[in-house]
């Protein structure tokens, strides 16, 4: 609408004062509210397509596999002068050791003790608890009748990039018409090859209705008990997959099958990301997908639960209870992300309060409930051996260097989380047990694992399978090869 003669004239006219004048202006000048409206419009087209190209090349998009340096030297010189021989290995407790454990009990004894708030766990392990386990370590572990028990498997040692690696290797008694298939056993924190130990003999031996039994390899992770850890940074858990695969190549073993436990399930998937010719497949008892398009796939599927989770809606929401449980249970994630080698001195320092520390997580993680009743879950174990696993990392010293890989990992996040994405197209298999501590459908697994012949569901057990329930892993490390071979016969 054109102005009118009057309204030019008031403009020259009328001097700077009152709100008038303000009047006057946004009359005579209309197009300044279309050009705000304009600028506003372009900027957030330009936000929304930041957004939409950050969720495409950070979060859709497949990236491309970077390439490694598979001879990566993590040993404590130079010379790069690699032994090539597998050497026999036995596990020694020692008088010493035992020496030294006597005075540093005697020093938990006399010292003053606090008292647990409660009978329940929610505090952490409590008083009550923590004075069986000292009582049972003190006065009823055999070390002797133990380093035999521990040494009943053949273990060896080999050096892989300047690493001396710790496996324990169990071939089966075959009978004829019978194949025999390498499987590689990886396990997590704060686990250890013990972990294995009653699983090994029910994979070993041939069973009715199967063609084929396997022979075990069963490593150390390096930095782990008996492993070598690194001098330096970076063996994170995709470096750690390079040293396995070259393990086993090493051993003898071009390709071969993997069952892998909490980081090691993240380890055996990035070997099978990397070097997918070598894996024939690929079992799993921690079954995720750690991309961000699942993480936030399940967050905005809180909406609809049912819809995006099925059958385990309530294994995954309400949100807000899960998130509670994690925040309230990830305290020690952020220590050893951030400060591994502090907490490794104090609980090195002490063997009590590094049982206290790893026993913690297998009564809590095998069943979240546990925290609330008086033993906190320690009578559903045998001491013996949840004492077996930490004596392994006591004796050796290896707490702080296990501690390590959760810094590792975040200080290279970027390609960890790259390999998050890729697309692993090896046959895969996953168990899922009642308890464990992340559950995802099937539709989110097949985005990382487009594989995925099959997944079985239990109705019990938690997030340490193969200690806690060998029988039915055994069962389905069974059942899943039998299936990965049918699909290739």
Do not use: C
Request: no cysteine; glycine share 6%.
């Amino acid at each position: 609408m054109p102005l009118k003669k009057n309204e030019v004239k008031r403009k020259k006219s009328v001097s700077f004062e009152g709100d008038q004048e303000k009047i006057i202006l946004s009359k005579t000048y209309p197009t300044t509210g279309i050009l705000s409206k304009i600028i506003v419009g372009v900027i957030l087209l330009v936000l929304l397509y930041q957004l939409y190209m950050y969720i495409q090349v950070s979060i859709v998009a497949v990236p491309v596999l970077p390439k490694f340096d598979l001879n990566v030297w993590w040993g404590p010189n130079n010379t790069k002068v690699q032994d090539s021989s597998i050497r026999p290995y036995r596990i020694v407790l020692s008088d010493s050791m035992q020496e030294n454990l006597r005075r540093k009990f005697e020093s938990y004894r006399r010292a003053t003790r606090i008292k647990s708030f409660n009978e329940s766990s929610e505090y952490g392990i409590n008083s009550d608890v923590l004075g069986q386990i000292f009582a049972h370590w003190q006065f009823k572990y055999n070390y002797r009748e133990r380093a035999r028990y521990l040494n009943k498997y053949s273990h060896f040692k080999t050096n892989v990039q300047g690493l001396d690696i710790h496996f324990i290797r169990v071939k089966p008694e075959i009978t004829d018409n019978v194949k025999v298939l390498p499987l590689l056993l990886l396990h997590g924190w704060p686990s250890s090859v013990k972990d294995f130990y009653d699983i090994i003999p029910l994979l070993t031996t041939p069973r009715a209705g199967h063609n084929f039994v396997f022979e075990v390899i069963a490593p150390s992770l390096p930095g782990f008990t008996y492993s070598q850890g690194a001098v330096r940074p970076g063996l994170t858990t995709y470096q750690i997959a390079i040293i396995m695969r070259n393990l086993m190549e090493k051993i003898g073993f071009k390709q071969f099958y993997i069952h892998g436990e909490d980081i090691g399930s993240t380890i055996g998937s990035h070997i099978a990301t990397i070097f997918p010719k070598q894996v024939l497949g690929f079992h799993t008892s921690t079954p995720v997908n750690f991309s961000k398009l699942a993480q936030l796939t399940l967050i905005l599927g809180a909406v609809f639960p049912t819809y995006i989770a099925g059958d385990l809606a309530d294994k995954v929401y309400p949100l807000k209870d899960k998130m509670n449980y994690f925040l309230e249970e990830s305290g020690y994630l952020h220590l050893q992300s951030t400060k591994p080698d502090t907490v490794g001195i104090a609980l090195q320092d002490s063997p009590l309060g590094l049982g206290a520390y790893i026993i913690e997580k297998y009564l809590l993680f095998t069943n979240p409930n546990n925290k609330n009743i008086q033993d906190g879950g320690l009578s559903t174990f045998n001491k013996m051996d949840l004492l077996d696993n930490v004596l392994m990392y006591w004796t050796t010293g290896s707490i702080t260097t296990s501690l390590r890989l959760y810094k590792e990992v975040i200080d290279n996040y970027d390609t960890e989380e790259a390999l998050t994405r890729i697309p692993t197209p090896v046959p895969t298999w996953g168990l899922r047990t009642k308890y464990d501590l992340i559950h995802q459908p099937d539709f989110i697994l097949r985005w990382k694992y487009p594989n995925l012949v099959g997944v079985t569901n239990l109705d019990d057990g938690g997030h340490f399978a193969s200690f806690e329930k060998p029988n039915e892993v055994a069962d389905d490390i069974f059942k899943a090869v039998k299936n990965f071979l049918s699909k290739t016969e």
